[in-house]
């Protein structure tokens, strides 16, 4: 699957906007603050037109919010950030960073009554024995398969079943996106946008 060419212009318009605004202070940087600058830059710029693809096609982008969200929580990144998203994309980011983590807090208090409290348990039918074990054991296999899945991409943590699913082909896309325009750009070659 391919992104289509308009989310590969607005991407690669993104993080050309992004790397300039990094590189003004590329002077005073070493290299590690450089390589993390272009991190940061191409990740900011992939979610930035994710999100304006979101909003043309009603769909669910948020990996994208959970991602830059992800780099407003660090101290070091806000000038970056401030450079790359203006100030007023930067405070938005940074209040849904804020949010995102007494949300997921009181997620982690309603299931810990949950299970301290014994309900959701579910009564097990009088199937045979090996019949059962097979079944939990292919059930945990999924539920862990999954939770390595939510902990991959960004925002993953709060999705479940089919939204999980929609959201990581969405991200895959988008960092297979990234990686060909990141060499295009090292090669010194013309992207194929269309």
């Known amino acids: 699957m391919h992104a289509p060419s308009k989310f590969k212009k607005a991407f690669m318009a993104q993080l050309l906007l992004s790397l300039r605004a990094a590189g003004q202070a590329s002077k ?18 992939m979610a930035m037109a994710s999100a304006a693809r979101a909003r043309a096609a009603p769909r669910s982008a948020a990996w994208a919010r959970a991602l830059v969200a992800r780099h407003a929580a ?48 579910k009564r097990r039918s009088s199937l045979t024995a090996s019949g059962c074990s097979a079944m939990a054991a292919a059930r945990r296999m999924v539920r862990a398969r999954l ?12 999705l479940r079943g089919f939204s999980l699913l929609t959201e990581t082909l969405d991200y895959v896309v988008c960092l297979r996106t990234q990686v060909e325009l990141m060499q295009c750009l090292c090669k010194g070659s013309r992207p194929q946008l269309g």
């Open 74 to 121: 660090e101290r070091r990144n806000e000038a970056l950030m401030r450079r790359i998203m203006g100030g007023a994309g930067y405070e938005m980011a940074a209040a849904a960073a804020r949010s995102r983590k007494g949300e997921r807090s009181r997620r982690i208090v309603r299931r810990s009554r949950r299970v301290c409290s014994g309900a959701g348990r």
């Open 147 to 158: 939770q390595v899945l939510r902990s991959l991409v960004p925002g993953g943590e709060g």
């Open 28 to 45: 005073s940087m070493g290299i590690r603050e450089r390589r993390d600058a272009v991190r940061l830059s191409s990740d900011v710029a």
